[in-house]
């Protein structure tokens, strides 16, 4: 079986510091796979890499044998690949609805005179749209917020928002960034949830996060970086007991 | 009930000039005349708020793309003769040609400076106006522009070039709430809000900037045909920083992102330093003094303040 994403030998210095250092990762179509290490070795650096926000200094990045290396985001975005940002991101002045729809408008279609003139093909393109976002709204509980302005909800509703974003396309592949950092337990038990129904969905996700019950509850797989170098790899209780992980979150 | 409003709205500014004649005969001419600044107006701060209101980039080119349409129609009516109908669309297209070859390198600048870069391009833009005296004249200004002519129809009188005036400014208005609204609105206000989201999206933000900053060129060149075409005369004056800083009022204190807001700004602040005339002492403290109090009051301009009062009457 081919990987869906493969990382090959990837490599990004800021200023002298290798931020992420020869990154060797497959991800496997359906896999739920995590990433953790120390804050500073490198994981949203790597996500960035991935989805075109910075351009690698060395290495190879292939989305189901693509190579992404110097797509800008908005083309690895249609090429089936979304992502979640660590700072909770939304559009503060479009209504949570709306914040949705931008999700899928672009991938459903992008004919500048046809959306002026809204013809019917992109009318019913908008249905559909809207009818996918009231969905997802419902799914993550934001039914009510739908007219709201995305500005004005809390920190964990522009979070579930952002989440709900990233899923109206329907993509392959979701990186998703610190889902359950800074919000109460009720709602990581939401978004763990959440994820796991992904899963069961087929689809394929990879997830940066701190939160270690978290991340063993529901990984197949766990990946290590620690000073931008991938120290470990395996099944979560073969990372819990890995001393080289022990070593890099507590010190020796 | 609103519906009503508005056709009486309508009806009221299509039958300006017979209302301006029976109300004020002996003005008739001087009351037209600012009524057309205002459309003119109204229509260039419209496109002038697709940049600024809807894709978040503080340009400041705005008088260069006025300036190149203006000379472009200038030009070709009287030194090739083309008649209106052929100029307008040249200038349109002359405009947005030069916002196309320098938004590129434009907007790999940010914020600020953008901003700066882009009042560069102005300045520059009057610099050759003023002293590429072979093609603009400079301060000699080309005079001497015919009266439009669409078809058979010659446009020479007041009231005529009022009606031509507010079809344009119709017309870019429709376009306008096209633009800014549905699936092209939704796509300009994700790279306004939150450029990097609207990435994740799918959306190309370049794109979207350099689209709604060059039909906001292509508009104001046109306009820029109209007002030649209405004044006969082009003169450098009439595109330096000073049409910025208008623009800016109109936009800014009517309200930056809605129709409403800048129509309103227009009218307010086109007839509003004509009408104070009456004290001319005053003229410019009252003026400054409204403004200041317009920021004061309602720093999100007009458009705020009026969607308080409705918002406010709908609520009860």
């Known amino acids: 079986m081919t990987a869906l994403l493969e990382v090959r030998g990837l490599v990004k210095r800021f200023l002298g510091v290798t931020a992420v250092d020869e990154v060797d990762l497959a ?16 994981k949203t650096t790597l996500f960035n890499c991935v989805t075109g926000y910075l351009a690698a200094d060395g290495g190879r990045v292939l989305f189901r044998g693509r190579d992404l290396s110097n797509a800008p985001p908005h083309r690895v975005a249609r090429l089936g690949v979304a992502r979640t940002f660590q700072q909770v991101s939304v559009f503060p002045r479009l209504s949570a609805l709306e914040n949705l729809l931008v999700f899928l408008q672009q991938l459903q279609e992008e004919h500048l005179l046809a959306r002026l003139v809204r013809t019917k093909r992109v009318r019913r393109l908008e249905a559909e749209a809207v009818e996918r976002a009231r969905r997802l709204l419902g799914l993550v509980g934001l039914s009510a917020k739908a007219d709201d302005a995305a500005g004005s909800l809390s920190y964990g509703q522009r979070k579930l928002l952002a989440f709900a974003g990233a899923l109206m396309p329907d993509p392959e592949l979701l990186l998703l960034d610190e889902p359950a950092a800074a919000v109460n337990p009720t709602m990581i ?55 080289r992980v022990i070593e890099a979150y507590f010190g020796r | 009930m609103r519906r009503a409003g508005w056709l009486g709205l309508g009806v009221i500014v299509v039958a300006a000039p017979w209302l301006v ?39 400041l080119a705005h008088p260069a793309f006025f300036g190149v349409g203006a000379y472009a129609a200038a ?137 709604a900053f060059t039909i906001a060129a292509a508009l104001a060149g046109g306009i ?77 301009g007009i458009e705020s303040l009026l969607r308080r009062v409705t918002g406010a009457r709908a609520g009860r």
């Open chain 1, 27 to 42: 991800v496997e179509p359906g896999e739920l796979v995590s990433l953790i290490g120390p804050n500073g070795s490198g």
């Open chain 1, 189 to 243: 038990n939401q978004m763990k949830d959440h994820i796991l129904a992904l899963h069961r969905e087929g689809k394929t996700v990879v997830l940066v996060e701190h939160n270690m019950d978290v991340v063993m509850d529901i990984s197949q797989r766990v990946v290590v970086l620690d000073h931008g170098q991938k120290i470990a790899e395996g099944p979560p209780e073969a990372i819990r007991q890995d001393p």
């Open chain 2, 21 to 59: 004649a029976a109300a004020v005969p002996r003005q008739q001419r001087y009351v037209l005349h600012v009524l057309i600044f205002t459309a003119l107006f109204a229509a260039l701060a419209l496109s002038y708020d697709l940049v600024v209101g809807h894709v978040g980039s503080l340009s």
């Open chain 2, 75 to 211: 030009i070709l009516a009287t030194r090739a003769g083309w008649p209106f109908l052929a100029g307008l669309p040249a200038a349109a297209l002359a405009a947005a040609g030069v916002a196309a070859l320098v938004g590129v390198p434009l907007f790999r600048l940010t914020e600020h400076a953008f901003a700066v870069g882009t009042l560069g391009l102005a300045l520059v833009a009057s610099v050759v106006a003023n002293n590429w005296v072979e093609v603009t004249r400079g301060p000699l200004c080309i005079t001497g522009i015919p009266k439009p002519t669409l078809g058979p129809l010659a446009v020479t009188t007041l009231p005529a070039f009022y009606w031509l005036a507010l079809a344009a400014l119709v017309a870019v208005g429709v376009l306008y709430r096209g633009l800014t609204t549905f699936r092209l609105g939704r796509a300009f206000h994700a790279v306004r809000d939150n450029e990097p989201l609207a990435g994740a999206a799918g959306i190309d933000p370049l794109k979207y900037r350099m689209l």
């Open chain 2, 224 to 300: 820029g045909a109209l007002y030649v075409h209405y004044l006969s005369v082009m003169c450098p004056e009439e595109m330096t920083v000073a049409l910025t800083v208008n623009l800016l009022v109109i936009v800014f204190l009517g309200g930056v992102g809605s129709l409403r807001g800048v129509l309103v700004g227009a009218v307010l602040f086109t007839a509003l330093p004509e009408v104070l005339r009456l004290a001319p002492t005053w003229r410019l403290v009252i003026y400054g003094g409204l403004l200041l109090l317009v920021i004061v009051r309602s720093p999100e």
